[in-house]
């Protein structure tokens, strides 16, 4: 529960954590921010984690509609996992009907697609349509809100605590810029097929048209997401992403006196860390959901220190958090001493995901290295490198291990995880 766990929280801009180090460059970009609504921010390359700027990243803040980035990020777990899919239809509950604006106006009873109901969180901002999505993943706002706290632990969020799938206010819903930045740069590495729609610029729902609130996007070259928030205890927040050559950064900002201001800054924050990306002076990198040090597999030759993705408990199934050694649990695989292993193929209808990739050579590599590294399975996995068309017409490659039993299934997840590894358990 929200308030038992948080029963210490904070007043707004009250910073609780034991602060690591931070760069003091380039303050002359604050100018434009309230610091007393509890400014902070970081940048970091989306493809390294390396740390370009921070500000007070580690102190705690109210996400506000920030909040939407992991409904979001469990709608597209959902979906790759084939729990949803994008035509699908959801029934609108009357407690998703009864939330505050901004909403899309849903009515009680009546039924959503699930596209609409994403493009409704992304571009309205919509929280009867984001409520929408956790009562039917989670069963209800907070069984969801459950979920969510339970993934931002998996990516590495160790400060962050979410109440509810909205950002509506809660005193003991927080953040911080830290962790909003991994959650970012998660939803671009781990769903580069889903991440596209942070780029729509408007959507029309019953013959109403829905301008994207993130307005930056319109005129900051490269911005292509992702999400903005507001609440008063907050300020004005953002979570920006753009591009520019080859590197790509996610950068944050809490605390704007105004949704201008904030946007300029983010501005000023982003043409600076552009000029600075190429300097060697900022070693610090994101820790993965092992630890410092840890990589998440990559489509690049380099290693790449990022949170991994990591399947959450959904209450009629999914995959299942080991509370066991991940080690333990594939021993338990093995055939008793003395026994001949199965080598027979088909052995289940489940499978796990190990990654989603631009070259199907490297999708397959990683597939071997797996099988590989693993012994002991009472039955022979069949490697899978499914072809799929990402969003803007991008073509990429799911690499896949199928034909397991849900057991083997979810302790060869548990154990990649454990390991600092990204996997989905996929169903049948």
């Known amino acids: 529960m929200c308030l038992a766990v948080l029963a210490l ?32 921010d970081i940048v970091i390359d989306a493809e390294s984690g390396e740390i370009i700027h921070e500000t007070n990243s580690d102190d705690l803040r109210h996400p506000a509609s920030l909040t939407k980035m992991m409904t979001l990020y469990l709608t597209f777990q959902a979906l790759e996992s084939e729990r949803l899919t994008l035509g699908e239809y959801l029934r609108v509950s009357e407690n998703a009907s009864y939330q505050s604006p901004s909403k899309l106006g849903l009515r009680a009873g009546q039924r959503i697609r699930v596209e609409d109901a994403i493009l409704g969180v992304i571009t309205e901002s919509a929280n009867d349509a984001a409520v929408v999505l956790a009562e039917n993943l989670g069963g209800s706002e907070s069984a969801f809100a459950e979920m969510m706290t339970r993934q931002a632990r998996a990516l590495g969020m160790t400060r962050t605590r979410f109440c509810n799938p909205s950002g509506l ?26 991440y596209p729609y942070f780029s729509h610029d408007s959507f029309a729902y019953a013959g109403i048209y829905h301008h994207n609130h993130n307005h930056l996007m319109d005129r900051y070259d490269g911005m292509d997401g ?8 907050s300020g004005f927040n953002l979570v920006a992403s753009a591009k520019r050559g080859d590197t790509r950064l996610v950068a944050v900002v809490f605390g704007g006196r105004s949704a201008i201001a904030r946007d300029n800054h983010m501005a000023q924050l982003l043409d600076q860390s552009f000029a600075d990306a190429d300097d060697d002076t900022h070693p610090q990198h994101f820790a993965s959901a092992k630890g410092e040090g840890d990589s998440a597999d990559s489509d690049s030759e380099g290693e790449v220190v990022l949170p991994a993705k990591v399947a959450v408990v959904f209450p009629s199934g999914g995959a299942s958090e ?28 489940w499978g796990v995901q190990i990654g989603a990739y631009s070259n199907p050579a490297i999708g397959r590599q990683a597939l071997t290295s797996l099988v590989s590294s693993i012994s002991g399975l009472p039955s022979k996995p069949d490697p899978q ?44």
């Open 226 to 233: 992702i999400k903005t928030g507001y609440i008063r205890t």
């Open 9 to 40: 929280a904070l007043s707004p801009g009250e910073a609780l954590a034991k602060k690591r180090p931070h760069h003091h460059g380039h303050h002359h970009v604050h100018a434009a921010v309230d610091r007393s609504a509890g400014y902070a």
């Open 322 to 349: 080991e509370q066991a050694s991940s080690s333990q649990a594939l021993q338990e695989l093995a055939p008793a001493a003395g026994q001949p292993k199965q080598t027979r193929a088909g052995g289940g209808t």
């Open 169 to 194: 206010p809660n005193p003991y819903q927080v953040t911080t810029a830290h962790d909003m930045a991994i959650l970012g740069a998660a939803l671009i590495n781990h769903y580069p097929e889903y």
């Open 385 to 428: 490198v499914q072809r799929f068309a990402a969003g803007g017409g991008t073509v990429m490659y799911r690499a896949r291990l199928m034909s397991l039993d849900k057991k083997t299934a979810q302790a060869i997840c548990s154990y990649l995880v454990q390991h600092g590894k990204s996997c989905l358990t996929v169903e049948p």
